[in-house]
């Protein structure tokens, strides 16, 4: 567990990562330089969840070497939104920390208890953005947030 004493506003204890792969974490299918290195040390604090549609077919050999739980979500076409909610609903919306760029990351990072949204190559869905608590350039921007502790609380405090 990774907890955040958020002057004026709230103390977060978060138990679980969700990270949306394509466009979040990995550029054209494949892993974003850095990204691998940062899950690693953080995941000895918290549970590490991928979820994905895995357009490029990719997931489950770029994740292989990292301790990471994969969801692919399948037969979900045009549902996908509703699929990461369930997800972040199964693992306590109230102690997850969701990072995503897509409109369908939307929903998810609108109820997590600290949401991310990753701007990136792809750019990032408006209302993705607005959904978020906060915006950053890269994801391993991003992931540095939760690991200098810090730089989370000096974005977030009143």
Do not use: F, W
Not at 55 to 66: D, I, N, S, Y
Not at 75 to 88: S, T, V, Y
């Amino acid at each position: 567990m990774l907890e955040y004493v958020i002057p004026g506003v709230k103390t977060l204890r978060l138990e679980t990562l969700l990270l949306d792969y394509n466009g979040t974490i990995a550029r054209d299918g494949r892993l974003v330089p850095g990204v691998a290195e940062r899950i690693g040390r953080l995941a000895g604090d918290l549970r590490v969840v991928v979820l994905t549609a895995d357009t490029h077919g990719t997931v489950r050999r770029e994740m292989a070497a990292l301790p990471v739980d994969v969801e692919v979500l399948e037969g979900c076409e045009g549902a996908q939104d509703k699929a990461k909610l369930e997800a972040l609903m199964r693992c306590g919306a109230g102690t997850c920390v969701a990072m995503g760029n897509g409109r369908n990351d939307e929903l998810m990072l609108r109820d997590a208890a600290l949401s991310v949204a990753v701007m990136g190559d792809e750019g990032v869905a408006v209302g993705t953005l607005v959904a978020a608590q906060v915006a950053v350039r890269d994801i391993n921007d991003g992931l540095d947030l939760l690991l200098e502790h810090g730089r989370l609380v000096a974005t977030l405090r009143c």
